[in-house]
Antibody
Framework: QVQLKESGPGLVQASETLSLTCTVS????????VSWVRQPPGKGLEWMGR???????DYNSALKSRLSISRDTSKSQVLLKMNSLQTEDTAIYYC????????????WGPGTMVTVSS | DVQMTQSLSYLAASPGESVSISCKAS??????LAWYQQKPGEAYKLLIY???TLQSGTPSRFSGSGSGTDFTLTIRSLEPEDFGLYYC?????????FGSGTKLEIK
């Protein structure tokens, strides 16, 4: 069955770089888009960006200068890197799946909490 | 960016009642709207897409309506497992954006 699971450090120091991994199963990264969505504590959801099935990327302009999304299809993994972290980047980070035509998210990972410490 | 507004952040209802949750877009998004449910300890679940199409597995007591800028999620005859957080999302254009959420609690 389709599964996505995020993994990462949990705690990151301010000004450092966050690296998260989304490991997927039950589908191919070359057939579906994978997005990263985050949710600060008590706040709403923010779409960060995605890697398309063909390998190209789209980013939220609010984060574009700090964000990079890539993938390793041999490992079924999507990688997020975001630099210059601030305390406002403290959030639950989710990876999600959508298809090439319809950009809603039919599957979500459970999320991983990232705390940025000053 | 398309702003999505869920005017009600909190809604209390009793099992068996019907409720409606609204979502308004800052510009026309046709029917490129999805609804999600979140319950504590569980992954987000897609309920409805294209404004009114039920995702496989979504109970028929859920329905979605609207197009353009105004959308509604209706739950008929609430069940105990329906309580949680509900979010709308537009996928008409990038950046993809979400409403702020409506928390549905047991009265």
């Amino acid at each position: 069955q389709v599964q996505l699971k995020e993994s990462g450090p949990g705690l990151v120091q301010a000004s450092e770089t966050l690296s998260l991994t989304c490991t997927v199963s039950g589908f191919s990264l070359t057939s579906y888009h994978v997005s990263w969505v985050r949710q600060p504590p008590g706040k709403g959801l923010e779409w960060m960006g995605r890697i398309r099935s063909g390998g190209s990327t789209d980013y939220n302009s609010a984060l574009k200068s700090r964000l990079s999304i890539s993938r390793d299809t041999s490992k079924s993994q999507v990688l997020l890197k975001m630099n210059s972290l601030q305390t406002e980047d403290t959030a639950i980070y989710y990876c999600t799946r959508s298809d090439w035509r319809n950009w809603y998210f039919d599957f979500w990972g459970p999320g991983t909490m990232v705390t940025v410490s000053s | 960016d398309v702003q999505m507004t869920q005017s009600l952040s909190y809604l209390a209802a009793s099992p068996g009642e019907s409720v409606s949750i609204s979502c308004k877009a800052s510009k026309s998004i046709s029917n490129y709207l999805a609804w999600y449910q979140q319950k504590p300890g569980e992954a987000y679940k897609l309920l409805i897409y294209s404004g009114s199409t039920l995702q496989s597995g979504t109970p028929s007591r859920f329905s979605g309506s609207g197009s353009g800028t105004d959308f509604t999620l209706t739950i008929r005859s609430l069940e105990p497992e329906d309580f949680g957080l509900y979010y709308c999302q537009q996928y008409y254009e990038k950046p993809l954006t979400f409403g702020s959420g409506t928390k549905l609690e047991i009265k």
